[in-house]
C-alpha cells in the first residue's frame, strides 16, 4: 500500500463522514474534555503554532458557544482556496489570501478504512492518508469521497502540518486531520505538506520497493518522494 500520513512515513490521509459517523455513534466523550485540552500555543485567534501530539477542541457536550476558541477546526474552510493545475504535479491547491501562522486551513476528508481494506484497493492509492497508530492502524481514503484537501502536493519544505484533532468523540485512534499554516502564507503560493514517507519503504504487491520522483521544487528537496 502507498499511503503518506504522520510520523511514520509508512504510506497518505481524512472529513467526517457517514460511514465514520456511522462507526463511532454512542462513542464517549471524556468526562471533562476540557482537562484534556493541549492548550499550549493555541492564542485567542485560534491559532495553534505548531503541531502537537493530539489537541482537544471543545465539542458538542461542552456549555460553550459555537464561537469558544476552542473551536478551532470544526467549523469548516474559512479562507479561499482554488484549485489549479501545477506544471509536474497534476492539480494543486492554493490560497487565494494571505494566511497568518497557525491558521487552520482545512480538513483531510474521506472515507474511513481499516487498514486491511486499504491493503487490497489497488491503483488508487494515492490518496490514501494512513493515521499513524502502528498497532491499530486506520487510513482515509479520499479516492471516492473527499474535500479539496485531497489536492494538496507534498513538499519537502511545506507551509502547513496535519494535526491530529478530537472534537466530538474521544476516539484517539481515529482523529480528524486538519490543515494548519505553519508560516505566513502568501495570496497564490500553493499549500503542501511534507507527505512524510520514507524512501525505499514503499513497496508494490510483490515486495518491490516503489520509487516516485517529487517535483516540490524546494531548495532542501530530496529529489524522491518514495
Ligand atoms: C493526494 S494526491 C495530490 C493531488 C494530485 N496532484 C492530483 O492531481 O490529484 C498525491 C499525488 O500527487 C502527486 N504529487 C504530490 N506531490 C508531489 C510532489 N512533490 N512531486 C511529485 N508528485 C507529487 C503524486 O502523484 C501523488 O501520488
Redesign the pocket.
Known amino acids: 500500500m502507498v499511503a503518506?500520513g504522520h510520523g511514520h512515513g509508512l504510506t497518505?490521509l481524512y472529513m467526517a463522514f457517514p460511514a465514520f459517523l456511522l462507526f463511532f455513534q454512542g462513542s464517549a466523550l471524556p468526562a471533562s474534555p476540557l482537562s484534556s485540552l493541549v492548550h499550549s500555543n493555541n492564542n485567542n485567534d485560534g491559532a495553534i503554532l505548531e503541531v502537537k501530539p493530539l489537541v482537544y477542541e471543545c465539542g458538542p457536550h461542552c456549555k460553550c458557544p459555537p464561537s469558544c476558541y476552542m473551536r478551532v477546526s470544526q467549523h469548516g474552510i474559512k479562507i479561499k482556496l482554488e484549485l489549479f493545475k501545477?506544471e509536474?504535479?497534476?492539480?494543486?491547491v492554493r490560497s487565494l489570501e494571505s494566511i497568518p501562522v497557525g491558521s487552520f486551513v482545512c480538513e483531510y476528508a474521506g472515507e474511513l478504512l481499516e487498514d486491511k481494506q486499504a491493503e487490497v484497493l489497488t491503483g488508487k492509492d494515492?490518496?490514501l492518508f494512513n493515521l499513524g497508530n502502528e498497532e491499530d492502524p486506520f487510513t482515509i481514503d479520499?479516492a471516492r469521497k473527499g474535500n479539496i484537501g485531497?489536492?494538496?502536493?507534498?513538499?519537502c519544505s511545506p507551509n502547513m502540518y496535519a494535526q491530529d484533532v478530537l472534537y466530538e468523540y474521544d476516539e484517539t485512534r481515529i482523529p480528524h486531520v486538519m490543515f494548519f499554516a505553519q508560516e505566513v502564507i502568501r495570496p497564490l503560493e500553493e499549500l503542501t505538506y511534507d507527505?512524510n514517507y520514507k524512501i525505499d519503504q514503499v513497496r508494490d504487491s510483490n515486495g518491490n520497493i516503489k520509487k516516485?520522483?517529487?517535483?516540490?521544487g524546494s531548495a532542501e528537496c530530496s529529489g524522491r518522494?518514495y
Do not use: D, P, V
Request: aromatic share 24%; net charge positive.
Open positions: 503518506h497518505g501545477t509536474s504535479r497534476g492539480w494543486g494515492e490518496y479520499a485531497r489536492f494538496i502536493n507534498h513538499s507527505y516516485k520522483f517529487c517535483y516540490c518522494l
